[in-house]
């Protein structure tokens, strides 16, 4: 699907689908004189490619951008933006349904309707396009290049008959949807999570393969929109990456909001009878026919290699892991870098802006920074919301490290029981008398920034005693570090302590 067709087909505003179209697609443009030879030519407008480039002509240097789709990349075009918009229309779509609900004592349904949906994910993102647009980059200097990159040789890329020559390269071509081998999927039809944003209509019912993060969060926005919605995952529980006492939590939200879930289940294939598409899982000796309108591939996401000619530029990749890169983020070519999706297991917006800023310092600066991913957060967005920084307990204890484990229930922090939105919790997983801090999951309102305060604490070697004498303003959700480093400090008193303690006081006395 081109961003052109997903603007026109999904019914938004025609001055936002404009504003986007104008912003960031590249068709129709003719591609400049390429120079004699460039500083760094970068192959993707996704977001490591575009801070890369933005961040290496601000320094002066000569930069070529290609790109075959449209600027902005997944975030922009078929990813986060989207996904948010989504998901905040349909919370609003919950909330007046609850309205009617609580004055009528009805289940009348929401007034929802796709159009109106799309409208709002157009709008967000012809708003958030002007950092990504073509506009931008042409006003810093870099040459953009539309068209189908791939090397040629160890210091050149070939865009349909134009030669690049660089001094360096950094690829950053992003993922794309991975679909599963399943007998007849292909046939039936399928939506993937690029595609299911240029629906024209709400599907009555929907099936979705795959509760990770992406197969969550579209599930319970086209729930609360008013879809019968089905979801399905072959792992024994949802968000298989996430803290496991995280996933009961979420299933309660999903459940509550018209989604059917299937854990642990094996999909033998997918047929079409009668007009309708009809899916045959087993869930342990159980063998269940799932019917629906439309099947939406939310399994994950593959590195976006194919055609790029590395094996000519002497390129070590691989399907699953995609390009072999080293802490520096240089790959066999010691020209040619690597950034974001295409080469990295946390495949974030976040994650992929910091690892293009160590590869543009080092490819041109020769720089000998590593990248650091001990601390990167991530967030699942359904209601109630999902965060995590850094490592498990399971994880800890692979490690061979003594753990410690704080848990910080939201029923005990006065600001969540005032709003009557206690669910969830904040899991800080801790080692060493002084409470460092090795990682933490959080479910609940707010997750993703109280995860981010936890982060800043990590960089800065702030451990849960050092989180004690913070000062928390009340009533916020943040008290909740401020109780979990308490609850650490209670549990360092031993009966040792404790019996000096009392000495103490005694002799006081």
């Not at 986060?80 to 918009?85: G, I, N, R």
């Amino acid at each position: 699907m081109t961003v052109e067709a997903g603007a026109a087909c999904a019914g938004g505003r025609a001055d936002d689908a404009q504003r986007l179209a104008e912003s960031v697609i590249g068709a129709g443009r003719s591609n400049p004189q390429p120079a004699p030879r460039y500083h760094l030519v970068v192959l993707g407008a996704g977001s490591a490619g575009l801070v890369a480039a933005a961040a290496a002509a601000q320094l002066g240097a000569k930069v070529a951008l290609v790109e075959r789709r449209a600027m902005g990349g997944d975030c922009l075009n078929f990813a986060c933006v989207p996904s948010k918009a989504l998901l905040h229309y349909a919370r609003g779509c919950r909330q007046a349904r609850e309205g009617w609900s609580v004055a009528e004592r009805s289940e009348r349904p929401c007034p929802a309707d796709f159009a109106g949906a799309a409208a709002a994910i157009r709008r967000a993102q012809a708003e958030l396009a002007e950092h990504d647009s073509i506009r931008r980059f042409e006003r810093l200097g870099v040459d953009l290049f539309w068209g189908h990159g791939r090397f040629v040789a160890s210091d050149a890329v070939d865009v349909d008959g134009r030669r690049l020559r660089f001094w360096r390269a950094l690829v950053a071509t992003g993922t794309q949807p991975a679909v599963p081998a399943i007998a007849g999927l292909a046939e039936a039809g399928f939506l993937t999570t690029e595609t299911v944003f240029a629906l024209t209509r709400l599907p009555g019912r929907l099936a979705v393969i795959g509760a990770g993060a992406s197969g969550c969060e579209l599930a319970q926005a086209f729930g609360r929109l008013g879809s019968e919605v089905t979801l399905v995952e072959t792992a024994p529980r949802i968000l298989p990456q996430a803290d496991p006492d995280v996933a009961p939590v979420v299933a309660r939200a999903l459940e509550a909001d018209r989604v059917r879930l299937y854990t642990g289940a094996s999909i033998r294939r997918v047929r079409t009878e009668s007009g309708e598409k009809r899916i045959e899982i087993e869930c342990g000796t159980q063998g269940h026919t799932l019917a629906c309108d439309e099947i939406l591939v939310a399994a994950g996401r593959a590195p976006a290699l194919r055609g790029l000619g590395l094996e000519a530029a002497g390129v070590q990749w691989n399907e699953n892991a995609g390009i072999r890169v080293n802490a520096r983020m240089r790959t066999s070519n010691r020209r040619v870098y690597a950034a974001g999706d295409v080469c990295s297991r946390q495949r974030f917006t976040h994650a992929a802006d910091a690892a293009a800023r160590v590869a543009v310092r080092n490819a041109l600066f020769f720089g000998r920074r590593r990248l650091d991913t001990s601390a990167v957060p991530w967030c699942v967005f359904t209601e109630p919301e999902v965060a995590h920084v850094g490592l498990d307990a399971a994880q800890a204890s692979a490690r061979g490290l003594a753990c410690r484990v704080i848990v910080q229930p939201w029923s005990e922090v006065d600001r969540a029981v005032i709003e009557g939105d206690t669910e969830g919790f904040l899991k800080i997983v801790a080692v060493g008398r002084r409470g460092r801090i090795l990682g933490a999951s959080a479910v609940g309102t707010g997750a993703g920034e109280i995860i981010g305060q936890i982060g800043v604490a990590m960089a800065a070697g702030l451990g849960l005693l050092g989180l004690a004498d913070v000062i928390y303003a009340y009533p916020t959700r943040a008290q909740a570090l401020g109780k979990a480093a308490d609850a650490f400090n209670r549990a360092r008193l031993t009966r040792r302590i404790e019996g000096l303690l009392r000495a103490w006081f005694k002799r006081w006395r």
